[in-house]
């Protein structure tokens, strides 16, 4: 009885569906065999960085024994040339998470279905080929020590930074709280004023679903999302297309050993004033800009009939998110955990918002 009314009310009930089972096993499935895949290519990476390893100290040991040169240079091993064409293939790498909203997401009508290609497809697979290619070219070290050197950084001091992140984080939650007040038709109606947010994601998926499913999806989005995307974006794409690009790391290294004798948030403000442009503007902003491209999908998905004006808005709002997620990410006070937590308050908050009618037009009520 209380399933129908909460139907007849037009709010989903607590009581699990074996629509949110199948639903459920289908996004474990697809995940499934899109991660498997992501994994046996670092796993063909992985066999190409060894035996190139293994071929160089091979290659030193003889040189030693004929006295021609000193152990192995880890400096050659680890440089990667410039590249135009890694440089291309890599900005449709960063362009892939877009093509997948729009293609799947609209096919499917799912934002769901959407968000598991993205993640495991386009941040997962796509990255994962490309480190398969590199290696196979003789270029695994220089990602292995890359990334031996990141999780080094993440784990020092990495308490301090998350709490730094919160510190960010909350206000922000708060911020988009007041910014959806402020915008919604019961506070004042007008053109562009927000007539609902939880129907159009009905309409994309989520319509048979139970709550429970939802709080589910929410948790996924909430905390899963923000590793996701922090790793493609300011990791994998930041430095693969930095690389390509030929950008001058030794510039960055002096920067970053000047911020660590900031406090931590007078550094990160320099920062901020700084990153306008800031040091190789073409690919932090470049970067920025196409991790803002994919929520033009998001964003069409939610404000449907005056998607385009909340399009440019949310853009330029979102390269500008970026970019600071890039800034802590590089601040060495901050680093990843900051930029992840904050990424998590962020996404909490479309979330909360998602999950729970708090709109007259939601309600049936005229404002």
């Given at each position: 009885a209380s399933s129908?009314?909460?139907?007849?009310a037009g709010v989903p009930d607590w009581e699990w569906r074996r629509r949110d089972t199948d639903e459920l096993l289908e996004c474990l499935a697809l995940g499934g065999i899109l991660g498997t895949l992501a994994v046996l290519l670092l796993g063909v990476a992985g066999v190409a960085t060894h035996k190139q390893w293994k071929a160089a100290s091979a290659a030193d040991a003889g040189a030693c024994q004929e006295e021609a040169r000193p152990s192995v240079d880890e400096e050659e091993l680890a440089h990667v040339p410039p590249s135009?064409?890694?440089?291309?293939?890599?900005?449709?790498?960063?362009?892939?998470?877009?093509?997948?909203?729009?293609?799947?997401?609209?096919?499917?009508?799912?934002?769901l279905t959407a968000m598991i290609v993205m993640h495991?497809?386009?941040?997962?697979?796509?990255?994962?080929?490309?480190?398969?290619?590199?290696?196979?070219?003789?270029?695994?070290?220089a990602t292995l020590r890359f990334y031996a050197n990141t999780f080094r950084e993440m784990q020092a001091d990495a308490e301090a930074k998350s709490l730094r992140g919160s510190a960010l984080?909350?206000?922000?939650?708060?911020?988009?709280f007041i910014v959806y007040m402020a915008f919604r038709c019961k506070t004042h109606a007008w053109a562009l004023c927000i007539k609902n947010f939880t129907d159009p994601m009905e309409d994309y998926g989520f319509e048979p679903h139970s709550m429970p499913f939802r709080v589910l999806t929410a948790a996924?989005?909430?905390?899963?999302?923000p590793v996701v995307e922090e790793f493609f974006w300011r990791v994998f794409l930041h430095r693969e297309l930095g690389e390509a690009m030929g950008a001058d790391h030794g510039e960055e290294q002096r920067l970053l050993k000047e911020a660590e004798d900031d406090r931590p948030w007078a550094g990160?403000?320099?920062?901020?004033?700084?990153?306008?442009p800031g040091r190789s503007p073409a690919l932090r902003w470049g970067v920025s800009m196409m991790y803002a491209s994919y929520h033009v999908w998001p964003i069409k998905v939610v404000f449907q009939q005056v998607w385009w004006?909340?399009?440019?808005?949310?853009f330029c709002s979102l390269v500008c998110l970026g970019r600071f997620f890039l800034l802590l990410r590089e601040h060495p006070r901050f680093?990843?955990?900051a930029a992840y937590v904050l990424h998590v308050w962020v996404d909490a908050a479309f979330a909360l918002l998602a999950l729970f009618r708090v709109h007259p037009y939601e309600l049936g009520q005229e404002p």
């Amino acid at each position: 009885a209380s399933s129908l009314l909460a139907a007849a009310a037009g709010v989903p009930d607590w009581e699990w569906r074996r629509r949110d089972t199948d639903e459920l096993l289908e996004c474990l499935a697809l995940g499934g065999i899109l991660g498997t895949l992501a994994v046996l290519l670092l796993g063909v990476a992985g066999v190409a960085t060894h035996k190139q390893w293994k071929a160089a100290s091979a290659a030193d040991a003889g040189a030693c024994q004929e006295e021609a040169r000193p152990s192995v240079d880890e400096e050659e091993l680890a440089h990667v040339p410039p590249s135009a064409l890694r440089s291309f293939a890599l900005v449709l790498v960063g362009l892939a998470p877009l093509a997948t909203c729009v293609l799947f997401g609209e096919y499917f009508r799912s934002v769901l279905t959407a968000m598991i290609v993205m993640h495991w497809g386009a941040m997962a697979v796509l990255p994962s080929l490309y480190y398969a290619i590199h290696a196979c070219r003789g270029h695994g070290y220089a990602t292995l020590r890359f990334y031996a050197n990141t999780f080094r950084e993440m784990q020092a001091d990495a308490e301090a930074k998350s709490l730094r992140g919160s510190a960010l984080g909350f206000p922000v939650l708060v911020l988009f709280f007041i910014v959806y007040m402020a915008f919604r038709c019961k506070t004042h109606a007008w053109a562009l004023c927000i007539k609902n947010f939880t129907d159009p994601m009905e309409d994309y998926g989520f319509e048979p679903h139970s709550m429970p499913f939802r709080v589910l999806t929410a948790a996924y989005f909430t905390f899963w999302n923000p590793v996701v995307e922090e790793f493609f974006w300011r990791v994998f794409l930041h430095r693969e297309l930095g690389e390509a690009m030929g950008a001058d790391h030794g510039e960055e290294q002096r920067l970053l050993k000047e911020a660590e004798d900031d406090r931590p948030w007078a550094g990160l403000i320099r920062g901020a004033i700084h990153a306008v442009p800031g040091r190789s503007p073409a690919l932090r902003w470049g970067v920025s800009m196409m991790y803002a491209s994919y929520h033009v999908w998001p964003i069409k998905v939610v404000f449907q009939q005056v998607w385009w004006a909340y399009a440019a808005l949310g853009f330029c709002s979102l390269v500008c998110l970026g970019r600071f997620f890039l800034l802590l990410r590089e601040h060495p006070r901050f680093g990843l955990p900051a930029a992840y937590v904050l990424h998590v308050w962020v996404d909490a908050a479309f979330a909360l918002l998602a999950l729970f009618r708090v709109h007259p037009y939601e309600l049936g009520q005229e404002p």
